[in-house]
């Protein structure tokens, strides 16, 4: 794996250090200095800097349920005839690039098989393995038909987005809720601080400098070209 220089790394860590605390709480993982407690490794300033891997991962899921927003916006405008080609054929790139390619592959590489080795929560990682696969074949048709033009293709279209949200808002919901809150269980202590530092070298190696940044702020700019970026267009009106 490629390494990354220490400025970069430096970068990095500051922005996930933001999260790590409430994460780890959040996920019932022991903090820094009860870990030290405990006789699990810590370095200098891990308080601030080091973030799990559940964490990580479940942070990518913000990523992906932004891009499932976008899909959805692009649907909506297929019945009017508006255009939004462009704007659903750069989603479903970043679909593939960062989470089928990145996040999807750190799943099937470091975590389903701890879980199967362990002997825990293996139907699940079943059903979750199979959710990938399918969702690799949407993402190709969706990117495939982005840009449709006859009834019939938009029609294919719509179906692809439909079932792509339908199947990934309750598979991420699944893997926060239950997978990664046990990932813990199943990999030692040693092994869980070092694919924290193993997820987040991959990531630069893929994504550069800015690394998870970056992304987000290409999933932002495709909903400023949909005119979905203002939060408060989803808050609900009237008065009580």
Not at 180 to 209: S, Y
Request: net charge negative.
């Amino acid at each position: 794996m490629a390494a990354i220089d220490s400025s970069s790394r430096a970068s990095s860590w500051t922005r996930r250090g933001v999260l790590a605390c409430g994460a780890a709480s959040a996920l019932g993982l022991a903090a820094p200095g009860a870990r030290a407690a405990e006789g699990e490794p810590t370095t200098a300033g891990e308080d601030e800097d080091w973030v799990s891997p559940p964490e990580d991962l479940m942070r990518e899921h913000g990523v992906l349920d932004r891009l499932l927003l976008i899909y959805e916006a692009c649907a909506a405008r297929q019945p009017a005839g508006e255009s939004s080609g462009d704007v659903l054929a750069g989603a479903a790139g970043l679909v593939r690039r960062f989470i089928e390619d990145y996040h999807e592959k750190l799943e099937e590489e470091h975590v389903f098989p701890r879980f199967e080795k362990a002997g825990k929560l293996v139907d699940l990682v079943v059903v979750l393995r199979e959710q990938h696969r399918q969702g690799r074949r949407l993402t190709g048709d969706v990117t495939r038909l982005a840009h449709a033009r006859s009834d019939a293709d938009r029609q294919g279209l719509t179906g692809a987005i439909a079932a792509f949200v339908r199947m990934y808002r309750p598979h991420a919901a699944r893997e926060d809720t239950v997978l990664f809150p046990a990932f813990r269980d199943v990999v030692g202590a040693n092994e869980f601080h070092e694919l924290g530092e193993r997820f987040e070298d991959e990531e630069h190696h893929l994504f550069g400098r800015a690394g998870f940044t970056g992304v987000v702020e290409e999933v932002a700019a495709l909903e400023r070209k949909l005119g979905i970026e203002d939060l408060k267009q989803f808050t609900p009106s009237g008065q009580r």
